[in-house]
């Protein structure tokens, strides 16, 4: 009798000690190491990969506990890894994917912020992530022409173009920044791409996704066959037409739908 009496206590504080733990879990609330818990880096990695392939969408702000994780791997070593490997991708399709025909008809499609030029050394300063976008702001920074070539995008561009591509730039940038846009592209080293296609006023009512659609098609209705496109946002890729093979940059930065 007492034995089951004890065992009843048991299992009674047992389950009471559990509720209390699992109340009081929070990712917030775990112990961090060098900056970055393993659990609480673990929810941000997860989190981050989630981006990338596209299963968290619309989202206007890093998670404020991630901000720090996400910085870190935009600075890191390992984004240029990744962002490295995604261009040995395109390389080795580039080996075998095109029969060009001569006839000045064969394109490629470049994205043009994190993917030819860096918006990191703005997002420095401003949040990383963790801040809405404030876009007044951005456009400020971008009239500078002060934003680096990312290095592992700088080379591919120019491998295409000799390989007698025509490459063309759809951005999401307003029309009203085409100066300042050339002038930073020119000065990093880009040069040579037959069309900077930039949103004019028509086309900033149009969701992203939407607005580069009808820039691709476009190009096909001018008699263009896209071999290829890369970028940074999933927006740069989806909706018709499409190109022979997308390829897709990190960035957990933000999403442009």
């Not at 006023?201 to 096909?220: M, N, T």
């Amino acid at each position: 009798m007492q034995m089951g009496k004890l065992l009843g206590f048991l299992l009674l504080s047992s389950t009471l000690f559990i509720g209390l733990v699992a109340a009081d879990w929070n990712i917030l609330n775990q112990k961090r190491k060098n900056g970055v818990g393993s659990s609480l880096k673990n929810y941000c990695e997860s989190w981050r990969i989630n981006v990338e392939l596209n299963n968290i969408r619309g989202f206007e702000v890093v998670p404020q506990e991630c901000v720090e994780y996400i910085q870190k791997y935009m600075t890191s070593s390992q984004y240029k890894a990744d962002s490295e490997r995604a261009i040995e991708e395109v390389t080795l399709y580039l080996t075998s994917c095109c029969s060009l025909n001569g006839d000045g008809k064969d394109a490629w499609i470049f994205d043009v912020d994190n993917t030819l030029l860096s918006t990191v050394p703005y997002f420095k300063k401003h949040g990383f992530g963790g801040k809405k976008l404030n876009a007044t702001s951005l456009e400020a920074w971008m009239r500078e022409s002060k934003a680096p070539a990312l290095e592992h995008t700088h080379k591919l561009f120019h491998e295409i173009k000799d390989r007698g591509l025509k490459i063309f730039l759809i951005s999401s940038r307003k029309e009203t920044l085409r100066s300042f846009t050339v002038d930073n592209l020119i000065k990093v080293g880009y040069h040579g791409w037959t069309s900077l296609m930039l949103r004019g006023l028509e086309d900033e009512v149009l969701e992203v996704q939407r607005y580069k659609s009808k820039a691709r098609q476009h190009l096909i209705n001018e008699g263009y066959r896209i071999w290829g496109i890369i970028g940074d946002q999933w927006s740069s890729f989806e909706g018709p037409p499409s190109a022979k093979r997308t390829f897709k940059l990190p960035n957990s930065i933000y999403y442009l739908a």
